[in-house]
């Protein structure tokens, strides 16, 4: 019995094209100034994006994302 398994991506690898993390990241950094990352998270939702895995924006998502990107 023959079964077909898509391949999952590298282990550390982009789950998103780039152009959606260019995107983001403009976005947060025009915001980041005066703005809280409850706020940006907010406008993030509003304007369609969802995380790299696909869930809605939150404080603490956002700050994950800040930590582990150069934005």
């Not at 789950?15 to 990241?25: E, K, L, T």
């Amino acid at each position: 019995m023959s079964e077909t398994f898509a391949t999952a991506p590298k282990f550390g690898g982009k789950a998103r094209a780039d152009d959606y993390y260019r995107q983001v990241n403009a976005i947060i950094a025009t915001l980041r100034p005066t703005a809280s990352q409850r706020t940006i998270a907010e406008h993030l939702n509003k304007s369609g994006f969802t995380t790299p895995r696909s869930l809605p924006w939150d404080r603490q998502r956002l700050a994950c994302y800040l930590r582990n990107t150069r934005v």
